[in-house]
């Protein structure tokens, strides 16, 4: 009897064990999409920017949006969302990129842009081209069709050329805006600059940062540089883990600012790193790097970026920044803190 007694205890305390046990949290579901996108960081506040400017803005940075949203809602690959966005950004004479790039201290533009695919770490990059029209796509092509990560001048536009990327004269890049800038930059170089001026020569860039259907994470950066750059100056945005970087693991990443800074510290791939060392979220280690890091080193600008669940972060440290993302079908465009 006492052995049957004993035999249904233990029965019980098994029983009592199980009901106890509790399932860990399940993660929030992935979002099927999100994108997310800069048009370049700085001083930008209402008062420096008239409402139909701020319009037109908005407009172009919502026109990159349904660009992205579009390719993802139907299926389609981050790789072909970044580009195609950028693209788009590239062709407006709004962003310093593409069409609307600034003017080196010599009256010609250098454009820089880097591309990199999280799921195989694979990135391509182009810097100091003058004759491509788009250059995301010859960074997507450095990164697709050769061996190498980063090309430059020269050779990057023969690659190019050999590889079909639209070639245009470099007229085409000219903007009266953007000129003029470079005329009132040399004017003061001998005294301290101000304003806008001042501003838009270090921190004009775009970029995206897409996760698609199938999980998958690009960045792309690309970048006209900084207005009145001498001596074939490159910034970090064709720089594989300053001004760009990607990784399923943890996130993709954009940079836009002072590009010095965010090559000095590498910037995008610090981002990842204290995600992937140190545990922390995405939020955690954006804040940290571009509102204490960067700032405590004295550098200015800031990040888009997204990780693997879809988190969405957009840290800056200037008065403003260009930005927007798409999740699911809800929205949110923004210029000002």
Known sequence: MKMLYGLLFLIGMGCTNTKVEQKTEEEPARPKYAIVIHGGAGTITRANLSSEKEKEYIDALNTALDIG???LKEGGAAIDAVQMVINSMEDSPLFNAGKGAVFTHDGTNEMDASIMDGATQNAGAVGGVTIIKNPINAARAVMEKSDHVFMVRE???????LN?????????????SRFESLQRIINDEKTELSGN?????KHGTVGCVALDINGNIVAGTSTG???????????????????????????????TGHGEYFIRYTVARDIAAMMEYGNKSLNEASEYII?????????????????????????????????????DGKREVLIYK
């Open 69 to 71: 949203e579009k390719i």
């Open 155 to 161: 050779g990057a536009e023969e690659f190019a050329k």
């Open 164 to 176: 079909g990327v639209e070639i245009v004269d470099p007229s085409y890049f000219f903007t009266e």
């Open 197 to 201: 001026d001042a501003d838009e020569k």
């Open 225 to 255: 540089g900084m207005t009145n750059k001498r001596y074939g100056r490159i910034g970090d945005s064709p720089i594989i883990g300053a001004g760009t970087f990607a990784d399923n693991a943890t996130c993709g990443v954009s940079s």
């Open 291 to 327: 509102n204490k890091k960067l700032v405590e080193k004295g550098g200015t600008g800031g990040i888009i970026a997204l990780d693997r669940k879809g988190n969405i972060a957009m840290p800056f440290n200037t008065e403003g920044m260009y930005r927007g993302w798409a999740k």
